[in-house]
T-cell receptor, first 113, second 115 residues
Framework: QQQVKQSPQSLIVQKGGISIINCAYE??????FPWYQQFPGKGPALLIA?????SEKKEGRFTISFNKSAKQFSLHIMDSQPGDSATYFC????????????FGTGTQLKVEL | GAGVSQSPRYKVTKRGQDVALRCDPI?????LYWYRQALGQGPEFLTY????????KSGLPNDRFSAERPEGSISTLTIQRTEQRDSAMYRC?????????????FGEGSWLTVV
């Protein structure tokens, strides 16, 4: 049972454009929603995270938008740069669940010059 | 150490052999997690420890998989009688605490190939 669905599978964006990656979850007990960034040959690294008590969180060029009623959240990368080319994973965890993360299937982002 | 350290980075083993994968978490991190990541997929939870206690092993695929963390620091994931379907990247991760929201830091993983 896939509890976190992610789309698109891959994305090509021009330098300076906006990259948008979407995730939807099923379990309403989830209370923490991080996004991880993974470069080839490396482990996933935390990029930005949000809790469901806020609808948006911004850190530099990265913004998470959260829609609790729709059980959806998205990552927006403003002014996308070639260095942002990586695989992005959304994830979710729940209080009482031991901080274990349930990951989406990943989005491979390529930012072209 | 500075980050989560895993060894070996690459392991090729013959079907039926046992393998042991080692993880050294970030110093002071109480919680340690094992994930498996197939090519083109997100990490899939296997098991986690709080100190030396294994709190959740619901993600272990079958009884050929086991993990231990006897002194609350280094952990070993053991796969007995390996099968080709066990071939994957095995990632270890750690966090300061076990409550939801503690940042989880991943290692670079151990690539296992079963031939």
């Amino acid at each position: 049972q896939q509890q976190v669905k992610q789309s698109p599978q891959s994305l090509i964006v021009q330098k300076g454009g906006i990259s948008i990656i979407n995730c939807a979850y099923e379990n309403t007990a989830f209370d923490y929603f991080p996004w991880y960034q993974q470069f080839p040959g490396k482990g996933p690294a935390l990029l930005i995270a949000i809790r469901p008590d806020v609808s948006e969180k911004k850190e530099g060029r990265f913004t998470i938008s959260f829609n609790k009623s729709a059980k959806q959240f998205s990552l927006h990368i403003m002014d996308s740069q070639p260095g942002d080319s990586a695989t992005y994973f959304c994830a979710a965890s729940m209080g009482g669940g031991g901080n274990k993360l349930t990951f989406g299937t990943g989005t491979q982002l390529k930012v072209e010059l | 150490g500075a980050g989560v350290s895993q060894s070996p980075r690459y392991k090729v083993t013959k079907r039926g052999q046992d393998v042991a994968l080692r993880c050294d978490p970030i110093s002071g991190h109480v919680s340690l997690y094992w994930y498996r990541q197939a090519l083109g997929q997100g990490p899939e939870f296997l098991t986690y420890f709080n100190y030396e206690a294994q709190q959740d092993k619901s993600g272990l695929p079958n009884d050929r998989f086991s993990a231990e963390r006897p002194e609350g620091s280094i952990s070993t994931l053991t796969i007995q009688r390996t099968e080709q379907r066990d071939s994957a990247m095995y990632r270890c991760a750690s966090s300061l605490g076990v409550t939801s929201g503690n940042t989880i830091y991943f290692g670079e993983g151990s690539w296992l190939t079963v031939v």
